[in-house]
C-alpha cells in the first residue's frame, strides 16, 4: 500500500515520521531495513538528521546537516570547505591515487577539469552510451520477463553495470563467459569502493587498505596508457583524449567512474522498482507515462543511494547561525535532506530546494548525473514498457556493503493489470 504524506501532522510529528514509518510496512519501511543491513549506524544517523536543521554537531562525527538551504551553502563554499582533508573523499582517494588528486580534485587544476570534462555526459551521448552498452542485453531479458519469467533486477543491473563499465572504459572482456564477465567487473568496482568502508568518523587509511585498492586501481586502470592514443571516441578514455585531458586525468577521471557509478547505479535500478511496487505508484505511471521522467527524478531523490557527502573546513565561516572551526568536519545527510520532502510520488511537484541534491552540488555536482537518469528510464522501460504491472516475489537485502542496496530482488510480471 501507498505511505500517506500526513500534512496535518505538527512539524515535530513530520520530523518523526522517517523513523516511525521504518518500522512499519511499506517502502519507508523496506528502505530502512535496507539501510540498516547496509550499516547499522545509517538509520540512527539519519534520525539524528531530521533534528540537524540547519545543523547540529555530533561528538565523533562533527557537524551534520539534512537542510537542502544549508547543504547546498556548504557545498558551493569551496573557499571555506573542502574534501582534501580529512572528512572528505579526496583524502580518502590521495592515498591511494596519488598527491596529484589535491590539484585536480579540489584545488586549482579542478576548474580546468571540469570544464573539459563537462561534456562527457549529456542527455544524448548517455542515451547512446544506454543504447550501446545495454540494447542486446536489455532486449533479451525484457523478452523473457514479458512472456512470464521471474527476473532478479538486482543480479541484472550488475551485470548491466559492468557493461556499461566495459563501454566507458574499453576494458578487455571475455565474451565466453557471458554475464559472469559483467558481474566480475561490478564486483572488482564493488571491492574498490569498499575501501571506504568505516571511514565515516576517520579517512585516513591504513597501509594495508592503501596497497589493497591501488592493485584493484591498477587492475581496473593499467590498459589505459597503452589504449589511450587509439581508443575509439565512443569510450570515456577516447573522449578523455579528444577533449585534451592528460593518461592520468583519464585513469582518474576512470577510477572515480567505477566507484561513483557502480554501486550507487546498481542500488537505484532495483530500488526504483521496489519503490514503483511497494508505493503502488506503478498503477499511476502505466495510467500517466507521461511522467517517466518525473519517476526517475523521484526514484533518485528517494533512494539517494550516496546517502552522505562529507567535507572538511578550511577556515571559520558562519553558516546558518553557527560557527564551524578550522579543522572541524561536516556531513551533508543527503538521503535523510531528500527524503523529508516526502513518500515517493511520481507527479509530485519540482522541489527547487532539492534540486538534483542527490548528485551533489556545486563544484562537485555529479558528472555522470544524465547517465544515472538514462540508465534508470531504460529500466522502467523494462520493468513497464508493455503497459503491464508487475510484482516482487522476494527480496534480500545487501548486508555490510558502502552503498544500501538489494542483493536480490526478484520480479515478475502481474498475472491481472
Same mark, same amino acid.
Given at each position: ?101 589535491? #590539484? ?7 576548474? #580546468? ?164 511496487? #511497494? ?36 577556515? #571559520? ?89 538489494y542483493a536480490s530482488l526478484v520480479v515478475r510480471k502481474s498475472e491481472a493489470a
Amino acid at each position: 500500500m501507498p505511505v500517506a504524506e500526513d500534512r496535518s501532522a505538527p512539524p515535530r510529528e513530520r520530523r518523526l515520521s522517517l523513523w516511525r514509518d521504518g518500522l512499519g510496512t511499506g517502502a519507508a519501511a523496506h528502505e530502512h531495513r535496507l539501510l540498516s543491513a547496509a550499516r547499522p549506524a545509517l538509520p540512527v544517523l539519519n534520525w539524528l538528521g531530521q533534528f540537524a536543521r540547519p545543523l547540529m554537531k555530533v561528538p565523533r562525527l562533527g557537524w551534520i546537516t539534512a537542510d537542502p538551504h544549508t547543504a547546498r551553502t556548504l557545498l558551493n563554499d569551496p573557499e571555506h570547505l573542502t574534501l582534501l582533508s580529512e572528512g572528505g573523499v579526496g583524502h580518502l582517494w590521495a592515498q591511494i591515487l596519488g598527491d596529484w588528486v589535491y #590539484d585536480l580534485f579540489d584545488g586549482p587544476g579542478h576548474h #580546468d577539469l571540469r570544464t573539459r570534462s563537462r561534456e562527457l555526459f549529456t542527455e544524448k551521448t548517455s542515451a547512446t552510451f544506454v543504447a550501446r552498452a545495454w540494447g542486446p542485453r536489455l532486449a533479451a531479458a525484457r523478452a523473457s520477463f514479458e512472456a512470464g519469467d521471474e527476473l532478479d533486477l538486482a543480479d541484472l543491473s550488475r551485470v548491466l553495470v559492468g557493461q556499461m563499465v566495459v563501454q566507458l572504459l574499453g576494458l578487455p572482456v571475455d565474451d565466453s563467459l557471458g554475464d559472469d564477465a559483467y558481474r566480475e567487473i561490478f564486483a572488482t568496482g564493488e571491492e574498490l569502493a569498499s575501501i571506504a568502508l568505516g571511514t565515516t568518523s576517520d579517512t585516513t587509511l591504513p597501509p594495508e587498505k592503501i596497497a589493497v585498492a591501488r592493485g584493484i586501481v591498477e587492475r581496473l586502470t593499467g590498459h589505459i596508457g597503452e589504449v589511450f592514443p587509439t581508443a575509439h571516441p565512443d569510450t570515456i578514455i577516447g573522449r578523455c583524449r579528444e577533449i585534451g585531458l592528460t593518461v592520468q586525468e583519464t585513469q582518474g577521471l576512470s577510477t572515480l567512474l567505477m566507484v561513483a557509478g557502480t554501486e550507487t547505479a546498481a542500488s537505484a535500478m532495483a530500488r526504483t522498482a521496489a519503490l514503483l511496487v #511497494d508505493t503502488g505508484e506503478q498503477h499511476r505511471l502505466l495510467a500517466m507515462p507521461q511522467h517517466r521522467e518525473d519517476a526517475v527524478r523521484e526514484a533518485l531523490r528517494v533512494t539517494s543511494p550516496a546517502p552522505l557527502i562529507g567535507r572538511s573546513v578550511l577556515a #571559520d565561516v558562519q553558516v546558518a547561525g553557527r560557527t564551524l572551526k578550522a579543522g572541524e568536519r561536516v556531513m551533508v545527510l543527503t538521503w535523510t535532506a531528500n527524503n523529508l520532502a516526502g513518500p515517493y510520488r511520481i507527479d509530485r511537484p519540482y522541489l527547487p530546494q532539492n534540486r538534483q541534491l542527490w548528485f551533489g552540488a556545486g563544484r562537485h555536482l555529479c558528472l555522470g548525473g544524465p547517465l544515472a537518469r538514462a540508465e534508470l528510464g531504460a529500466i522502467v522501460d523494462l520493468l513497464l514498457g508493455d503497459g503491464r504491472p508487475f510484482q516482487i516475489v522476494s527480496r534480500r537485502y545487501g548486508r555490510k556493503v558502502l552503498i544500501p542496496a538489494y542483493a536480490s530482488l526478484v520480479v515478475r510480471k502481474s498475472e491481472a493489470a
